[in-house]
Structures are given as C-alpha cells and as structure tokens.
C-alpha cells in the first residue's frame, strides 16, 4: 500500500475474493472512507495477467467480480490481505437474479408473470441457467477456502446475512490494522423492494425444483 493513513500496511494490499452481489460495494465505501485507493468492479480480475499486472499498482484495495486468480495474487503480493464475503445462498442468487436483468426487464418479466403467461420461454430458459448458481457459488466458495487452507492468518471472512455492520466494521479494522477507531460500515447497492417479486419467485421455484432432482440435499440454502 503507498496511502499515508496506512502506516505499516504500505506493502501490502487487500483482495476482496467472495463472490459478487455479497457486499462488495459496501466494502468499497468502507475502504474509501479511511481514503484508500480502491478499485469496485470486475476488469482488475483481467489485469491479473503478466502483461497487465503492472496495473494493480495503481490501487491498494480490489473488490467485485468472481474467479479471482488467488495464486496469482499470492504470489505477486505475499504481504496481501483477503477478505471472503459471503451471505445466504438464496439471497445471493436473487441478488444476482436482479442484478442481471434490466429494470425494464424486470418489469417487463414480472409483467407476464402477473398476467398468468408463466411457460413463456424466456423464462424458462432463465431458469435453466439460474439452476446452475449454487453449484458455481458452492464451487467458488470451495476453490478459496481449499487455496487459504494453512493460511488463515490472511484471510478475513465476512458473512453479511449474519454478522451485524458494527462487527465488520470492527473486525475489518483490526484485521487491516487501520488507524482510529472502525469507521461506520455502509449498506450500499441496495435493490429496492418493489422490484423483489419476480426475482424471488423464479429463485424459490429453481430451489425446488433443484432439491426435488437432489433429495440428497445437492441444493444448498447457505454455503
């Protein structure tokens, strides 16, 4: 890190590895209230090549996006900090459900839903791709926690369907080592309610329907 505020963290940087939709715009505006060079949103996942790697320097702190290539990480910047966020899995997956489609699309797909047009092919082909999410959240979440297995000391987990804004404010800054006392943590990029409806409803019909072919319990509700 080169932030004057970070005092003996100037070495090292801080990857946020959880999956998106889980807090990560949040943790952005916590990292920019202690006036840290902070990069939101997936193209730093692409500068982790040889040739755009130089890139990174220009931030201290990373959050969004998914397949973070960790080892790359680890081993360009052995001094990194790694915060895993996480929450509810059908949580993630109706934020996620949003956050792909347009508003107008919402609508629009809410629209149909309400008007009885529910084997409308759009739909259904969405849902065969959002039967897909826990399994790609699961592995995610696996992929991290197998890198990071011996060294926990560097990596921070936040569960942000549990832990109260308070603790990880808190828990982030002692992790950090940050200077004062914890900054107040943000709940930014919120989705409002009214656009909630749809999203739900084809998420709990995917969960069913994908606990009914696994009764096992290959679907999980968290992670």
């Not at 065969?128 to 987990?157: I, M, S």
């Not at 999203?199 to 968290?222: F, H, I, K, Y």
Request: glycine letters at 6%; proline letters at 6%.
């Amino acid at each position: 890190m080169t932030t004057d505020i970070m005092g003996s963290l100037k070495q090292f940087k801080v990857f946020c590895v959880g999956p998106y939709k889980t807090g990560t715009t949040s943790v952005h505006r916590f990292f920019q209230s202690y006036n840290l060079r902070t990069y939101h949103g997936p193209r730093w996942v692409f500068w982790c090549k040889p040739r755009r790697a130089h890139r990174l320097d220009d931030f201290d702190c990373f959050s969004d996006g998914m397949k973070h290539p960790i080892a790359f990480l680890f081993d360009r910047y052995p001094n990194a900090k790694f915060i895993y966020t996480k929450r509810d899995i059908r949580d993630w997956m109706i934020s996620r459900h949003m956050h792909r489609r347009g508003r107008s699309k919402r609508l629009y797909y809410y629209f149909l839903i309400l008007i009885g047009i529910k084997q409308w092919s759009g739909v259904q082909f969405r849902d065969e791709e959002v039967k897909k999410w826990p399994q790609e959240y699961h592995d995610h979440e696996k992929r991290v926690f197998d890198f990071f297995e011996g060294k926990r000391n560097c990596l921070l987990l936040i569960d942000l369907s549990n832990d109260l804004p308070e603790d990880i404010a808190r828990r982030i800054h002692e992790f950090l080592n940050l200077p004062g006392e914890p900054h107040e943590f943000p709940k930014k990029n919120v989705a409002p309610n009214s656009l909630r409806a749809f999203s739900e409803q084809a998420v709990d019909r995917v969960l069913r329907e994908v606990s009914l072919q696994d009764p096992e319990g290959g679907c999980p509700t968290s992670c």
